[in-house]
């Protein structure tokens, strides 16, 4: 029981470890420099994650769990901001993953990864789907956009390079004409 | 006299035929169909355009005039509308060229095709600015936003792949947006 609540918490680390060093790097990070940062040794790090390529759809899955569950959550507010709150959650995510995605586009020959990405998009879909709903439903967003059409737009914007407050803006301008 | 309109008419319509040839095969455009389609000999094509390079930044170049010509018209309505219609003409500058900018970028390490189309962004920038400057003036579009972060969330949404009755819509908002 200590032994799989270790095992866990090296797993935990090493995502965690992974995810900023990532971020940091622009996706140059080895599985040396990870297993270093987290503070395991190398065998530790192959049983958990057989190779690089597993370790960075690791941290896309836990990043497309992260961004469902907060379209999950206990909305509190309008729903015209119940969206707005989670798309800006979205718009993070986009900003952070991409390095990660990137790495995974560009390995898209090998079998599945095109089907592993377009299997993130769709939970992160159907997760949203019912927050655009109910803000068109209140008649507080505009009719005229699907969720693909919102989620395309925002993450062309947070994909623009440039400092938080450079992007930051144009996120909110977009957001406000979403409101009409 | 004759002999010079002739030899303009060749090459504004090689340019006419190539605009269009590129937008129609993304980019994969031989010189040898440029010719046969705007019904001119190599020598001919040849004597206009040394190469497939100058080819395209003369498509790239023209664009640009037609862009600042554009923001040059006099005006008719308020600055928002003024800003609104240029910013429009601006998204479809921008969906057209794709192929081209994307062909000059992907031959960026060749000397001066980093200044050549900095070249065309900061002429576009000038021309623009009196038009944002004259909205936000006027209080009918917001203020915290530069023309550097207008065009960038226009390009990024512009550029947006997919039928233009999908792209539109995102236009729409962003443009919404801008007005508060």
Redesign the interface.
Known sequence: MAKRADAERNRDRILSVARSAFAETGGQLSMAEVARRADVGMATLYRNFPGRRELIEALYTDEVDGICAAAEATPAGAPAQTLDRWLREFAAFIASKRPLSSELLADATQTGTGAFLSGGRLRVLAAGRPLLTAAQDAGQV?A??TLE?VL??VS??A??R?EPG?VR??L???????R?
């Open positions: 505009r005229d956009l059409q395309d737009m062309a914007v994909a623009i440039g450079y803006p144009m909110d301008t977009v957001l406000a004409g979403l009409g």
